[in-house]
């Protein structure tokens, strides 16, 4: 079984505006609900852990209803920080699941087949969608450049990321013991000494962190309508 837990608890300040980010309206309809219906369609998912802020729960679950989104099988409220979202997630997935796919609602721009790839691969070992960094990169202290970093060894990660239950779970579990705080989920799994493999990510999937990341959704949206 195929189990997803979509992070949904973050604040829409950067994008100015005073509701919760997943909840901001992209081409008339809630940004969460771009990932849901993606998610609805692939076969291969049995099952979707939504977590949004506490003061959120009772609208996902008028929203969920309301668009016939049938395999959300729970709605729960997150943690003070991302990383204790989704260990929340992770304590309510069904027994059977063994495959876990952790995705931010502000990507709502993922492919079908990114996804399902990303579901085969995980089934073996966690996996990570990433794309080189093109830009110049510097290291910067006080303003000042110290030096320009090697950009042909970084790559920028996106979500959603695929992991088998056990090795997530068991990542989790260490990270807690150790009060590790990571800036995603492979970083947590990296840190628990399992391998984490990298496949091609997508320049569409966009986070959406800034109001004008949303005009850019919305374009790219529309090419695909």
Same mark, same amino acid.
């Given at each position: 079984?195929?189990?997803?837990?979509?992070?949904?608890?973050?604040?829409?300040?950067?994008?100015?505006?005073?509701?919760? /980010?997943?909840?901001?309206?992209? #081409?008339? !309809?809630?940004?969460?609900?771009?990932?849901?219906?993606?998610?609805?369609?692939?076969?291969?998912?049995?099952?979707?852990?939504?977590?949004?802020?506490?003061?959120?729960?009772?609208? #996902?679950?008028?929203?969920?209803?309301?668009?016939?989104? /049938?395999?959300?099988?729970?709605?729960?409220?997150?943690? @003070?920080?991302?990383?204790?979202?989704?260990?929340?997630?992770?304590?309510?997935?069904?027994?059977?699941?063994?495959?876990?796919?952790?995705?931010?609602? +502000?990507?709502?721009?993922?492919?079908?087949?990114?996804?399902?790839?990303?579901? @085969?691969?995980?089934?073996?070992? +966690?996996?990570?969608?990433?794309?080189?960094?093109?830009?110049?990169?510097?290291?910067?202290?006080?303003?000042?450049?110290?030096?320009?970093?090697?950009?042909?060894?970084?790559? #920028?990660?996106?979500?959603?990321?695929?992991?088998?239950? /056990?090795?997530?779970?068991?990542?989790?579990?260490? #990270?807690?013991?150790?009060?590790?705080?990571?800036?995603?989920? @492979?970083?947590?799994?990296?840190?628990?000494?399992?391998?984490?493999?990298?496949?091609?990510?997508?320049?569409?999937?966009?986070?959406?962190?800034?109001?004008?990341?949303?005009?850019?959704?919305? @374009?790219?949206?529309?090419? !695909?309508?």
């Amino acid at each position: 079984m195929v189990s997803v837990i979509l992070a949904a608890a973050g604040k829409g300040t950067r994008l100015g505006f005073e509701d919760a /980010k997943p909840f901001v309206k992209m #081409a008339g !309809r809630p940004l969460l609900t771009h990932s849901l219906a993606l998610f609805e369609e692939i076969p291969e998912i049995n099952s979707i852990i939504l977590v949004v802020s506490a003061d959120k729960v009772r609208e #996902a679950k008028v929203l969920v209803s309301g668009n016939g989104f /049938k395999k959300v099988a729970q709605i729960i409220p997150g943690g @003070a920080v991302r990383q204790e979202s989704v260990s929340k997630g992770l304590a309510v997935l069904l027994p059977e699941t063994t495959v876990v796919l952790v995705h931010d609602a +502000a990507r709502p721009l993922v492919s079908k087949k990114k996804v399902v790839e990303l579901i @085969a691969a995980g089934r073996k070992m +966690a996996t990570i969608p990433a794309l080189p960094v093109s830009d110049t990169l510097k290291e910067v202290k006080e303003g000042l450049v110290i030096r320009t970093v090697d950009r042909s060894r970084f790559y #920028a990660v996106q979500t959603p990321q695929s992991f088998p239950r /056990k090795v997530i779970c068991a990542a989790y579990r260490k #990270a807690k013991e150790s009060a590790l705080l990571g800036t995603d989920d @492979a970083c947590i799994v990296e840190s628990a000494g399992f391998p984490v493999q990298v496949i091609p990510g997508e320049q569409t999937n966009i986070k959406i962190t800034y109001p004008e990341d949303l005009l850019i959704a919305e @374009a790219l949206l529309s090419f !695909r309508t």
